[in-house]
């Protein structure tokens, strides 16, 4: 995938993954072979004071990313995967070469 990576605040790993790398991920996951596929996020608003203190609190929302999921795609968009050229069809696979073992 890309290799134009931004530089994040947090150290959780050293390459977080793009919306499209996470789509490929799912699609290998759900073991889809064919189709095209939209990352699909489900949020959870809440609402309620917000604020650094309790002498400072503000009307408010919170947003929360409930789950993370596949949606079959209606038109290409800059992140749709197709799943025919992330999932290698069983033909494919028998064809590759396997890379010697190190003993």
């Known amino acids: 995938m890309s290799n134009?990576?931004?530089k994040t605040d947090f150290d959780a790993v050293p390459t977080p993954l793009s919306m499209k790398e996470l789509t490929a991920v799912l699609v290998k996951h759900y073991g889809l072979k064919e189709g095209k596929y939209d990352l699909g996020i489900e949020f959870q608003i809440g609402?309620?004071?917000?604020?650094?203190?309790?002498?400072?609190?503000?009307?408010?929302?919170?947003l929360?990313?409930?789950s993370v999921?596949?949606?079959?795609a209606k038109d290409d968009?800059?992140?749709t995967i197709d799943a025919?050229?992330?999932v290698p069809t069983s033909s494919e696979k028998?064809?590759?070469t396997k890379k010697p073992v190190s003993a």
Do not use: D
């Open 94 to 96: 028998k064809t590759r």
């Open 4 to 6: 134009n990576r931004r």
């Open 47 to 62: 609402t309620g004071p917000v604020g650094p203190n309790k002498e400072e609190l503000l009307p408010g929302i919170i």
């Open 64 to 66: 929360g990313v409930k």
């Open 69 to 72: 999921g596949l949606a079959l």
């Open 77 to 79: 968009a800059p992140n």
């Open 84 to 86: 025919a050229e992330v």
